[in-house]
């Protein structure tokens, strides 16, 4: 067993909780102990690194140091947004020491233990792929038969790449790797490396829809039962907000959408409540329908 | 060597297009350039590309390989033509094409044009003496300097594919190149300008323009650097500056995003309203959790302290992202390695960090002398 901290963030707490439930009843079953964070927040999601970039900083750096207070020595995430915030301000501390011995000073000030800089952060999808494959494989016995999944990766997870670096920026094959382990065959389509629109679906909602339909769009003409995704913040936009784009383009798309921990959880055996597919907007059945016969 | 190219031909004319393959021997330290000129000089004088330089500084051999934008002059092929691989080159991506591999750069430098790419002192004419700044305060912008504006970030751009009117990432970051300048006068002018419609706040982060940029801009944390300092001055009145509020507002108080309580302060309550019917197809799936009780982080008066704590220091703005980019310059370029694009260290850019807590400020500008 391989103890982690885990950071859930927002919305595996909030409105994805269906993440954060099949995550915790599959880390186990890959040899992945979970030490949940109490005393963290929200990592800024790219909003706050902009609004107030000093004080995302100091919120990353404060998960950041309950992670080392576990002492674990990895930060395990389930969200692309959360991935590339906390890493990119973990390499800001871990490497320009002037900064850290400031943002320590002040974490110290508010009684928060200082940062020494030893957590490794790391998404629960580059885990699954590395180095917990051989358990995953051994995991995902009952297999997707076959089903067609096609891999929507998300921005953050890929790029800054110098910054994530686990995939090939645009070859990445991790969930591939993933899908065909679980017994299904991946779906190859232009668009599983773009942006799904979501951090500007609230304030350009044009401009995000027209991005969001083109994965929705290729995976069905490309033949997929399902899109699967390691991002809660995509898994939002692609199965919340197609009933939208059916208002927009009169397309019925109803594409399931899985997060990561449910495809490899439906193959790995958990129960319906731990998957909590009712709670998803696109129904899943069809592809639960396919997987009982 | 051997080099396999595979090369769309387009021409624009009569709207012929064709993937036609080329095969050529090559010196082992050959660009994708020096095997374009191969082609053009020896197999098809047709071939139409740009080039000027050869050497990573006049921008004009932007183009794709695989799909992604690159410098022909920057991409060695020896590794390629090693691996066997053919690589298919075509032209950028958001430009209209010309012939072949040459795109109409109109709209690209109709969008530069729009940012006033140029320095507002807010005089005419100096008054007594030069306007001398330090170069740590223009080592703030070193970064932005470094464009020369090739258009591969812009080709891969997911907003501006889905909005060709966005602004976009070369010209922003080439507003911030004057808005970080403290010689510039017209910061409050340029930062309502720049957060229009199709402005910064347009930008999906998808990170497309810091992947491609052949230069080390990082354009996205430019267009961040934007978004900070438009906020640092009270331009906020866009939705996504008030969406990128209501995260500042949550970390303080509660810890955890205040997820449903977004909506309504991102679009305002009429829109939001408007928005009801969808809101409750998500509701019935637990997708709009219950603002009460709020979903509070333990110890959350440690975020709130902190907020204030950094307030008072005041590393506001875009200084708030310079200051970490010392640390991520070891990885610019190539991760991992100590050498950078001309195969030696020092050739990226060197960031700047404050030493002192607070900027230095602008220089007041200078009234014309009575």
Same mark, same amino acid.
């Not at chain 1, 919305?11 to 964070?37: N, V, Y």
């Given at each position: 067993?391989?103890?982690?901290?885990?950071?859930?963030?927002?919305?595996?707490?909030?409105?994805?909780?269906?993440?954060?439930?099949?995550?915790?009843?599959?880390?186990?079953?890959?040899?992945? +102990?979970?030490?949940?964070?109490?005393?963290?927040?929200?990592?800024?999601?790219?909003?706050?690194?902009?609004? +107030?970039?000093?004080?995302?900083?100091?919120?990353?750096?404060?998960?950041?140091?309950?992670?080392?207070?576990?002492?674990?020595?990895?930060?395990?995430?389930?969200?692309?947004?959360?991935?590339?915030?906390?890493?990119?301000?973990?390499?800001?501390?871990?490497?320009?020491?002037?900064?850290?011995?400031?943002?320590?000073?002040?974490? +110290?000030?508010?009684?928060?233990?200082?940062?020494?800089?030893?957590?490794?952060?790391?998404?629960?999808?580059?885990?699954?792929?590395?180095?917990?494959?051989?358990?995953?494989?051994?995991?995902?016995?009952?297999?997707?038969?076959?089903?067609?999944?096609?891999?929507?990766?998300?921005?953050?997870?890929?790029?800054?790449?110098?910054?994530?670096?686990?995939?090939?920026?645009?070859?990445?094959?991790?969930?591939?790797? %993933?899908?065909?382990?679980?017994?299904?065959?991946?779906?190859?389509?232009?668009?599983?490396?773009?942006?799904?629109?979501?951090?500007?679906?609230?304030?350009?909602?044009?401009?995000?829809?027209?991005?969001?339909?083109?994965?929705?769009?290729?995976?069905?003409?490309?033949?997929?039962?399902? %899109?699967?995704?390691?991002?809660?913040?995509?898994?939002?936009?692609?199965?919340?907000?197609?009933?939208?784009?059916?208002?927009?383009?009169?397309?019925?798309?109803?594409?399931?959408?899985?997060?990561?921990?449910?495809?490899?959880?439906?193959?790995?055996?958990?129960?319906?409540?731990?998957?909590?597919?009712?709670?998803?907007?696109?129904?899943?059945?069809?592809?639960?329908?396919?997987?009982?016969? | 060597?051997?080099?396999?190219?595979?090369?769309?031909?387009?021409?624009?004319?009569?709207?012929?297009?064709?993937?036609?393959? $080329?095969?050529?021997?090559?010196?082992?330290?050959?660009?994708?350039?020096?095997?374009?000129?191969?082609?053009?000089?020896?197999?098809?004088?047709?071939?139409?590309?740009?080039?000027?330089?050869?050497?990573?500084?006049?921008?004009?051999?932007?183009?794709?390989?695989?799909?992604?934008?690159?410098?022909?002059?920057?991409?060695?092929? $020896?590794?390629?033509?090693?691996?066997?691989?053919?690589?298919?080159?075509?032209?950028?991506?958001?430009?209209?094409?010309?012939?072949?591999?040459?795109?109409?750069?109109?709209?690209?430098?109709?969008?530069?044009?729009?940012?006033?790419?140029?320095?507002?002192?807010?005089?005419?004419?100096?008054?007594?003496?030069?306007?001398?700044?330090?170069?740590?305060?223009?080592?703030?912008?070193?970064?932005?300097?470094?464009?020369?504006?090739?258009?591969?970030?812009?080709?891969?751009?997911?907003?501006?594919?889905?909005?060709?009117?966005?602004?976009?990432?070369?010209?922003?970051?080439?507003?911030?190149?004057?808005?970080?300048?403290?010689?510039?006068?017209?910061?409050?002018?340029?930062?309502?300008?720049?957060?229009?419609?199709?402005?910064?706040?347009?930008?999906?982060?998808?990170?497309?323009?810091?992947?491609?940029?052949?230069?080390?801009?990082?354009?996205?944390?430019?267009?961040?650097?934007?978004?900070?300092?438009?906020?640092?001055?009270?331009?906020?009145?866009?939705?996504?500056?008030? /969406?990128?509020?209501?995260?500042?507002?949550?970390?303080?108080?509660?810890?955890?995003?205040?997820?449903?309580?977004?909506?309504?302060?991102?679009?305002?309550?009429?829109?939001?309203?408007?928005?009801?019917?969808?809101?409750?197809?998500?509701?019935?799936?637990?997708?709009?959790?219950?603002?009460?009780?709020?979903?509070?982080?333990?110890?959350? /008066?440690?975020?709130?302290?902190?907020?204030?704590?950094?307030?008072?220091?005041?590393?506001?703005?875009?200084?708030?992202?310079?200051?970490?980019?010392?640390?991520?310059?070891?990885?610019?370029?190539?991760?991992?390695?100590?050498?950078?694009?001309?195969?030696?260290?020092?050739? $990226?850019?060197?960031?700047?960090?404050?030493?002192?807590?607070?900027?230095?400020?602008?220089?007041?500008?200078?009234?014309?002398?009575?």
């Amino acid at each position: 067993m391989k103890e982690v901290a885990y950071y859930k963030g927002c919305l595996a707490s909030l409105s994805a909780k269906e993440l954060d439930i099949s995550t915790q009843a599959l880390a186990p079953k890959l040899g992945i +102990e979970l030490r949940e964070l109490d005393s963290v927040t929200c990592c800024g999601a790219g909003d706050i690194h902009e609004a +107030e970039p000093d004080y995302y900083l100091h919120l990353n750096a404060r998960i950041l140091s309950y992670a080392e207070a576990t002492g674990c020595d990895t930060l395990m995430t389930v969200c692309n947004v959360c991935t590339l915030n906390l890493r990119q301000a973990n390499h800001q501390l871990q490497l320009d020491e002037t900064l850290r011995e400031r943002v320590n000073d002040n974490l +110290e000030s508010v009684g928060v233990p200082r940062y020494s800089g030893t957590i490794d952060v790391l998404h629960f999808l580059w885990m699954a792929a590395g180095t917990h494959f051989p358990q995953l494989q051994a995991a995902a016995h009952k297999g997707l038969k076959g089903l067609k999944i096609a891999p929507f990766y998300g921005c953050q997870i890929l790029r800054p790449s110098k910054l994530l670096g686990f995939d090939d920026p645009d070859k990445p094959e991790s969930l591939e790797r %993933i899908i065909r382990a679980c017994g299904g065959e991946p779906i190859d389509y232009p668009a599983k490396i773009k942006c799904c629109g979501f951090p500007i679906i609230q304030a350009r909602e044009d401009t995000a829809l027209a991005e969001l339909i083109q994965p929705i769009e290729q995976a069905k003409e490309a033949g997929a039962d399902a %899109i699967v995704t390691p991002c809660p913040l995509c898994h939002l936009s692609l199965d919340a907000w197609q009933s939208k784009l059916k208002k927009q383009t009169g397309k019925d798309f109803q594409m399931p959408i899985l997060h990561l921990s449910q495809l490899i959880g439906v193959a790995a055996g958990l129960t319906d409540s731990e998957l909590k597919f009712k709670r998803h907007v696109v129904s899943v059945g069809p592809i639960v329908e396919k997987l009982r016969v | 060597m051997k080099v396999g190219l595979k090369i769309w031909r387009y021409d624009s004319k009569s709207g012929d297009k064709a993937l036609r393959e $080329y095969e050529m021997d090559a010196p082992e330290e050959a660009t994708l350039l020096d095997c374009l000129d191969i082609v053009k000089d020896r197999q098809d004088g047709t071939l139409a590309y740009r080039k000027s330089c050869r050497m990573m500084i006049c921008g004009s051999c932007g183009m794709r390989m695989d799909g992604g934008a690159v410098l022909a002059c920057k991409t060695r092929m $020896y590794d390629i033509a090693q691996a066997g691989h053919v690589p298919v080159i075509s032209a950028m991506g958001n430009l209209p094409i010309v012939k072949d591999l040459v795109v109409d750069m109109d709209p690209f430098w109709a969008k530069i044009r729009a940012v006033d790419p140029y320095l507002k002192p807010g005089y005419d004419q100096a008054a007594e003496r030069e306007n001398v700044v330090s170069q740590k305060q223009m080592e703030s912008i070193h970064k932005e300097s470094l464009c020369i504006m090739c258009g591969c970030c812009v080709s891969e751009c997911n907003s501006m594919e889905s909005d060709p009117d966005f602004l976009g990432p070369a010209a922003l970051a080439k507003g911030m190149r004057f808005v970080g300048d403290p010689r510039d006068g017209a910061t409050v002018e340029r930062l309502e300008t720049y957060s229009e419609e199709h402005g910064l706040w347009d930008c999906t982060r998808c990170y497309f323009c810091q992947e491609r940029c052949p230069k080390g801009v990082d354009p996205r944390d430019a267009i961040a650097k934007l978004g900070a300092e438009a906020m640092h001055n009270g331009i906020d009145r866009d939705m996504g500056a008030k /969406h990128a509020k209501w995260f500042v507002t949550s970390a303080k108080t509660t810890g955890w995003l205040r997820e449903t309580e977004l909506v309504p302060k991102t679009q305002g309550v009429i829109s939001s309203i408007k928005e009801m019917k969808f809101a409750m197809g998500l509701a019935v799936k637990g997708k709009v959790p219950p603002p009460f009780p709020p979903h509070v982080a333990a110890d959350v /008066h440690e975020s709130r302290a902190l907020f204030d704590l950094v307030k008072e220091q005041g590393r506001d703005g875009a200084l708030g992202i310079v200051q970490g980019e010392r640390a991520l310059m070891h990885l610019a370029h190539d991760a991992g390695g100590t050498d950078g694009a001309y195969g030696k260290g020092g050739d $990226y850019p060197v960031p700047y960090l404050p030493e002192i807590d607070k900027p230095e400020p602008k220089p007041e500008p200078k009234k014309e002398s009575a």
